[in-house]
């Protein structure tokens, strides 16, 4: 490639990284939205989640389409591939991770028309905070290209299964001892798994970011939970 074209290449690998950028600040703000609705039984911050999710979807798909012209025109190698693969699978995680907040928008509004429980509700807010808390270290560690910061998520990950762990078993109580409260418990049990897979995708982000910077994989095996017998409290497959 001449200078111009390797120059101009590098412009639009850079240009892609900052939609992709902002796809991440809009899909963190919807996160953090789902949590606020569900805490102040917010209905019409619910309808506004659950609408802007289109918004969401055709960044992915634009950011794809992108992505995929690159490589077919331009066909990148080394890291430059890796950025632009990097790219794709970012825009995935981060739609993935929209679809969640939609989804704990919509078991909002059913929740609105429950007799609040609040202690849930608290138990889901903190869990809520810390699963956002890693998508925004997350994103930022991509967009400024620091392996150690995505890092310290991928070993985070865990935090975020045992306070899904603690939810499970208090929600388990309430309806052992009051069956009034299974239907809002079943939805709030729903909302705690969405939050658990945000925490997912925001350890999928530090796994891109490694292997966009560096070509390789993560040294060592994702932190797994399990528990008090050895399975996922919901028999499902991590």
Not at 14 to 33: H, I, N, Y
Not at 164 to 186: G, H, K, Q, V
């Amino acid at each position: 490639m001449s200078e111009h074209t390797l120059k101009f290449f590098g412009d639009e690998l850079t240009q892609l990284k900052a939609e992709v950028t902002r796809m991440g600040g809009l899909v963190e703000s919807q996160v953090e939205d789902s949590i606020e609705c569900v805490v102040r039984r917010d209905v019409e911050l619910a309808q506004a989640i659950i609408g802007r999710d289109a918004k969401i979807d055709e960044l992915q798909r634009e950011i794809e389409r992108k992505a995929i012209r690159m490589i077919a025109l331009r066909q990148p190698v080394a890291q430059d591939l890796r950025r632009t693969v990097a790219a794709l699978k970012m825009a995935w995680n981060l739609e993935r991770t929209g679809d969640q907040a939609k989804n704990i928008a919509k078991r909002a509004l059913v929740l609105a028309e429950a007799e609040p429980l609040t202690p849930l509700t608290r138990a889901v807010e903190r869990m809520g905070r810390l699963v956002v808390a890693h998508l925004k270290e997350a994103l930022d560690a991509y967009t400024s290209s620091e392996i150690e910061r995505g890092l310290a998520v991928w070993r985070a990950d865990e935090d975020v299964d045992e306070h899904y762990n603690s939810l499970f078993r208090e929600l388990l109580t309430y309806m052992m001892s009051d069956p009034r409260t299974i239907s809002s418990c079943a939805h709030l049990l729903f909302i705690g798994k969405n939050l658990e897979r945000v925490g997912d995708h925001a350890t999928n982000i530090a796994e891109i970011l490694h292997y966009e910077i560096t070509g390789e994989e993560v040294d060592g095996q994702r932190p797994r939970w399990q528990g008090a017998d050895g399975e996922h409290p919901t028999g499902e497959d991590q």
